[in-house]
């Protein structure tokens, strides 16, 4: 009987000093596969990081491609160091299979969630009235929308390590219940 596949999900806050130790430890271990917290439409430009391209060349092209979201800079902040380390983890492990997992919707309608949200408190700053109706309804969508792409983005992770005998994963501070949801799936998961 074959073994379940053995994920390990290293759970941290999105704060730059968290990715650097993410990164950090990343780079110390043996990888068969990685999973990153990315938009899967950054995937082919992780990879080409992991295969040595230069840092600043892919970057401009993810720009260029508008594959990051405004503004870049903040994005970056948090991104680069873990971006950075894949040319490195790339020669330790030659044999990386990289996945991206981020859902693409997600990750935009999030955005435009951030926007609407600074212009309703914008409204109620300059009205002195709040629409709770508008902040109840767009809080909602963007409730129901992250579990829906939590969901998405568990059944892809769970779909995908049943390739391999060991993924690593990196993800935000659900990474408990990422743990939860893919222990149902059959797959062994420990969180770091």
Not at 18 to 45: C, G, N, V, Y
Not at 58 to 80: H, N, Q, R
């Amino acid at each position: 009987m074959q073994m379940p596949p053995e994920i390990f999900i290293l759970a941290f806050p999105k704060l730059r000093r968290s990715h650097i130790k993410a990164a950090q430890t990343m780079r110390k271990e043996e990888l068969e596969a990685l999973f990153l917290m990315f938009s899967r439409q950054l995937e082919e430009h992780v990879r080409m990081l992991a295969e040595g391209l230069d840092y600043s060349y892919v970057l401009a092209e993810m720009k260029k491609s508008k594959l990051i979201p405004e503004p870049t800079g903040a994005w970056e902040y948090y991104a680069e160091p873990i971006l950075k380390i894949m040319s490195q983890i790339g020669k330790k492990n030659p044999n990386l299979k990289i996945h991206c997992f981020g859902d693409p919707f997600y990750e935009s309608f999030s955005n435009e969630t951030a926007v609407k949200l600074m212009i309703l408190t914008f409204r109620a700053l300059v009205t002195k009235k709040v629409k709770i109706e508008e902040w109840k309804k767009t809080l909602l969508d963007e409730l129901n929308s992250n579990l829906e792409a939590f969901e998405e983005e568990a059944e892809f992770i769970a779909d995908r390590t049943k390739k391999y005998q060991r993924a690593y994963c990196l993800y935000g501070l659900d990474g408990q219940k990422l743990k939860h949801r893919l222990s149902q799936k059959g797959m062994y998961t420990s969180l770091g």
